[in-house]
């Protein structure tokens, strides 16, 4: 089963403009975290958010969690062509002892230069 | 530092042959996963092992599906017999986490991943 649901399930972007991607989640979590995954280098981990954090900056991403909603949000600032990739945010569930990840569905990002 | 090292990276077999799946994971890491990936979708965790345990394996079909780490390091998957619903991406994963050992973070390090094909 999947706890998170990815939104848009793909989003096509000019280079330059920035990118909104959300993810709406079902259970209490520890903490959140968003990966990308291309052809070329498989899943890799971007950034993580804990419970009890609202907001987390790493370099052009900025995610936003809202509890209180189950969701969360990843945006990428002035895309790049090499952004180009699926995005997917994976929960760390209370219950599981925290170390079990959950994938969602994923958002497809195209970056056309 | 060596990351998640995965192989065979792509297998292609017969309907009802057997087939294994290597996972050597990042040095020092207690937690090894081991997740399918469907075409469009996400992964979906089939087994997590805390050292040599397996603490979380509701998701693996253990009447075809069978998984090992011995010492708490190397893990094998196998799937006996394999059906035409099998072909997907196996990904291996490996994170450092333990409220003992202070570590809380679950980020994980993925390998590339075994492309199983089943004809």
């Known amino acids: 089963s999947q706890q998170g649901e990815e939104d848009p399930q793909a989003l096509s972007i000019q280079e330059g403009e920035n990118a909104t991607m959300n993810c709406s989640y079902k259970t209490s979590i520890n903490n959140l975290q968003w990966y990308r995954q291309n052809s070329g280098r498989g899943l890799v981990h971007l950034i993580l958010i804990r419970s009890n954090e609202r907001e987390k900056h790493s370099g052009r991403l900025r995610v936003t969690l809202d509890t209180s909603k189950k969701s969360s949000s990843l945006l990428i600032t002035a895309s790049r062509a090499a952004d180009t990739a699926s995005y997917f945010c994976?929960?760390?569930?209370?219950?599981?002892?925290?170390?079990?990840?959950?994938f969602g569905k994923g958002t497809m990002l195209l970056v056309s230069p | 530092e060596a990351g998640v090292v995965q192989s065979p990276r792509y297998k292609i077999i017969e309907k009802k042959q057997p087939v294994a799946f290597w996972c050597n994971p990042i040095?020092?890491?207690?937690?090894l996963y081991w997740y399918r990936q469907n075409l469009g979708q996400g992964p979906e965790l089939l087994i997590r092992?805390?050292?040599?345990?397996?603490?979380?394996d509701s998701q693996l079909p253990k009447d075809r599906f069978s998984a090992e780490r011995l010492k708490g390091v190397d893990s094998t998957l196998k799937i006996q017999p394999a059906e035409l619903g099998d072909s997907a991406v196996y990904l291996c994963?490996?994170?450092?986490?333990?409220?003992?050992?202070?570590?809380?973070?679950?980020?994980?390090?993925f390998g590339q991943g075994t492309r199983l094909t089943v004809v």
């Open positions: 994963a490996s994170s450092l986490w333990g409220e003992q050992l202070g570590a809380l973070n679950t980020e994980a390090f």
């Open positions: 994976a929960t760390a569930r209370k219950g599981s002892g925290y170390s079990t990840l959950t």
């Open positions: 040095s020092g890491h207690n937690t």
């Open positions: 092992y805390e050292n040599e345990e397996a603490v979380d």
